[in-house]
Nanobody, 120 residues
Framework: QVQLVESGGGLVHPGWSLRLSCTAAGSIFRIYVMGWYRQAPGKQRELVASITSGSITNYADSVKGRFTISRDNAKNTMLLQMNSLKPEDTAVYYC??????????????WGQGTQVTVSS
């Protein structure tokens, strides 16, 4: 059994910063690519940023230059530093990971989501 647990969401004003954290726990053998997705009301879930086990990163155009994704492979943790937040960043943010379990099965896992609200 594998779980992804997010933390760090909240309500902030435009221009402020937040840092999201995601920790993977359970019967983990290896974690491959991890990513942050978000879903705003009435919209489809979209990729915000992703990072490979070798720390190769990819960002949505809408967050380039403002968000930074990182991970600590030893701690099975991934972070998303979000700066210069805008109202359009308001969404539920989900952690995602491609994880190989101790049974050597690779599955796609999701966290429960954390709300980020940017409002004046």
């Amino acid at each position: 059994q594998v779980q992804l647990v997010e933390s760090g969401g909240g309500l902030v004003h435009p221009g402020w910063s937040l840092r999201l954290s995601c920790t993977a726990a359970g019967s983990i053998f290896r974690i491959y690519v991890m990513g942050w997705y978000r879903q705003a009301p009435g919209k489809q879930r979209e990729l915000v940023a992703s990072i490979t086990s070798g720390s190769i990163t990819n960002y949505a155009d809408s967050v380039k230059g403002r968000f930074t994704i990182s991970r600590d492979n030893a701690k099975n943790t991934m972070l998303l530093q979000m700066n210069s937040l805008k109202p359009e960043d308001t969404a539920v943010y989900y952690c995602n990971g491609a994880i190989e379990t101790l049974s050597r099965v690779v599955l796609n896992y999701w966290g429960q989501g954390t709300q980020v609200t940017v409002s004046s």
